[in-house]
């Protein structure tokens, strides 16, 4: 009898144990699917140093002047790892534009290896609210800098995608136009490109004001980026722009470069998924940074 009873309180306490156990599987089941069964695809956007996460303001709006549906969010993470927002992602957007700031916006390799990880931590935060298991890049400047650091050591491949990644007047090799002094940031990326995921198509713009540089950035440093993405990823792709607004800070902004984003970045460029909200949906109040590197 005691023998009987013994074995009934072993079965409860196992029920017990159990049920805890069980909803929590559920919960990572569940939450596991709902990301993979995501639509969403954000187009993310990471500025360069000095400027603040209102840098993409005008080239947003061009893109919601050509497509329709892009909502429109803004994040600026703090140097104690907190995110404040403006602006939101509207039901039904399946690629809203996403700009990542930072309050330390400073140059610097020491400051983008900071950024990287900030980066890092948005990601998640955004992964967390909007559930996407996949995405686009786009970095200005130093901005492509830290994407490129995030992709070979933030990046977990197992639970996010990146589809596309475009630079524009990304300075690999920094202010050096000779390949052969490699900068410290350029060497370590070249050391780490293995982890560069191999399935994504990648562009690097870069613009020639006088044919030599943009301005700030010699074109020999952009192309230095092909010995960090090349051969590594699934396509490379090296654009050279000229002409009018080609000098660095005016990139983002140039007309041939807003096609290539277009063309190339967005998967439906003309979608129209907001209950007819056109143009602008979720445009925020904007101020220009101070200095736009």
């Known amino acids: 009898m005691k023998r009987i009873a013994g074995v ?30 995501s639509r969403m695809a954000p187009v993310i956007f990471i500025p360069g140093s000095s400027a603040t996460q209102n840098r993409f303001d005008s080239l947003i709006k061009e893109l919601n002047s050509r497509s329709t549906g892009h909502s429109y969010l803004k994040l600026t993470v703090h140097t104690d790892d907190s995110i404040t927002t403006t602006g939101g992602v509207k039901a039904g957007d399946n690629e809203p534009f996403i700009v990542v700031g930072f309050e330390n916006n ?6 983008i290896k900071k950024q990287a990880r900030w980066f890092s931590i948005a990601m998640k935060f955004l992964q967390n609210r909007y559930r996407f298991n996949n995405f686009v890049g786009i970095g200005h400047s130093n901005g492509g800098l830290i994407y490129t650091l995030y992709l070979e050591e933030y990046l977990n491949q197992d639970d996010l995608t990146i589809n596309k990644l475009m630079t524009i007047g990304t300075p690999y090799n920094l202010s050096e136009k000779n390949i052969a002094n490699r900068t410290e940031i350029l060497s370590d990326m070249i050391k780490l490109k293995s982890y560069l995921p191999k399935n994504i198509q990648m562009w690097s713009i870069a613009g020639t004001e006088n044919y030599s540089d943009d301005g700030i950035v010699p074109v020999e440093s952009v192309e230095a980026g092909k010995y960090v993405y090349q051969d590594q990823v699934r396509q490379y792709t090296l654009i050279n722009v000229t ?11 140039n007309q041939e470069i807003v ?35």
């Open 8 to 37: 009934l309180v072993g079965l409860i306490l196992l029920v017990i144990i159990s049920i805890p156990a069980y909803d929590y599987q559920k919960g990572v089941v569940a939450n596991a699917r709902v990301i993979h069964n």
């Open 106 to 111: 400073k140059d610097g390799y020491a400051n």
């Open 243 to 253: 002409g009018s607004d080609s000098q660095h800070s005016d990139l983002p902004q």
């Open 259 to 293: 096609g290539y984003i277009q063309q190339y970045m967005l998967t439906n460029p003309n979608q129209n998924r907001l209950g007819g909200n056109r143009g602008n949906p979720t445009q925020p109040s904007s101020s220009s940074s101070s200095s736009k590197k």
